[in-house]
């Protein structure tokens, strides 16, 4: 625990020192951001838009400051937009984006992007309609954009497996794309396109053992690092090669809050 912990504050610091010229580092305020709206900023990804010269943080909007039955909060939630000018210190809100397929209030949760070749690719989870528990179909929605306020929807991902979520995209050092995401049984199952838009799936998950959501990846210091949501705190991976995942240790499972933005402002200074 408490060398992962140690480990984490060390890529902090160091990302923000090479991220940009400083006199002296303060602590981020905590939580780092707050949605004023509904009061339920999750699953955030963090990309440098090139068109205001910011950096932007797209997350799922959940209605967290309402009285609703179960898990009715977690759904019919948009996809919100906060930006910074100073690197991170200070967000504003900038609104939701418009992502609609079918009419009526739907569903988007866990937003990824990825920048290539003057276009934004959005991949985010999409279940239609409103539920009060846990349901319905879910499916991964790709879009593209040049300004990531006008979106096109493409298609929705086809893997050759259902009702899969958290989907997450990296670009390969040898060409391609690789996304992992959330599959049967709460595993992470991985999936190669050379395009983004068709998609060859592993024949077996990932990553196995307890169950888990929400993969994210990053490389640092020559390695490229996972972690997955235990629901008991965050379960470490570490990569050479994108393919084989040693398991590490288990961090931040006493305090959860803010666990992913902070991955995302380390992805985000180290760019």
């Known amino acids: 625990m408490k060398f992962f912990c140690s480990f984490l504050l060390f890529i902090l610091v160091t ?12 602590p981020a305020p905590a939580p780092l951001f707050r949605d004023p709206i509904t009061d ?13 010269k910011s950096w932007w943080m797209l997350y799922t909007q959940r209605r967290a400051n309402l009285e609703l039955p179960d898990v009715a909060f977690c759904y019919g939630n948009p996809i ?4 910074t ?6 967000w504003i809100y900038r609104g939701t984006l418009d992502l609609a397929i079918d ?22 989870t999409y279940i239609k309609g409103v539920r009060n528990h846990w349901g319905g179909e879910s499916r991964l929605a790709y879009y593209t954009s040049k300004n990531m306020w006008d979106w096109k929807f493409e298609q929705f991902v086809n893997v050759g497996m259902k ?9 390969k050092p040898d060409g391609g794309w690789r996304m992992w995401f959330k599959g049967h049984d709460a595993l992470t199952y991985a ?23 929400g993969p994210n990846v990053f490389e640092f210091a020559g390695f490229y690092w996972m972690l997955t949501d235990e629901w008991s705190g965050m379960r470490v991976y570490k990569s ?12 931040l499972f006493e305090k959860m809050e803010n666990v992913l933005m902070i991955i995302q402002v380390v992805r985000m200074a180290m760019l």
């Open 15 to 26: 990302a923000a020192a090479q991220a940009q010229s400083v006199k002296a580092l303060r």
């Open 85 to 90: 000018d100073d690197h991170g210190k200070t």
């Open 163 to 171: 009702n899969i979520i958290d989907g997450c995209i990296v670009k």
């Open 191 to 213: 999936s190669d396109s050379k395009d983004l838009k068709n998609w060859k799936m592993f024949d077996e998950p990932v990553i196995t053992g307890d169950k888990h959501e």
């Open 103 to 124: 009419p009526g209030l739907n569903t988007f949760w866990a937003p990824d992007i990825v920048y290539d070749n003057g276009v934004y690719h959005l991949f985010v």
């Open 80 to 83: 919100a937009i906060a930006s």
């Open 40 to 52: 339920g900023a999750a699953d955030p990804v963090m990309i440098y838009n090139e068109e205001e």
């Open 240 to 251: 050479k090669d994108l393919k084989n995942w040693e398991k590490q240790g288990k961090i």
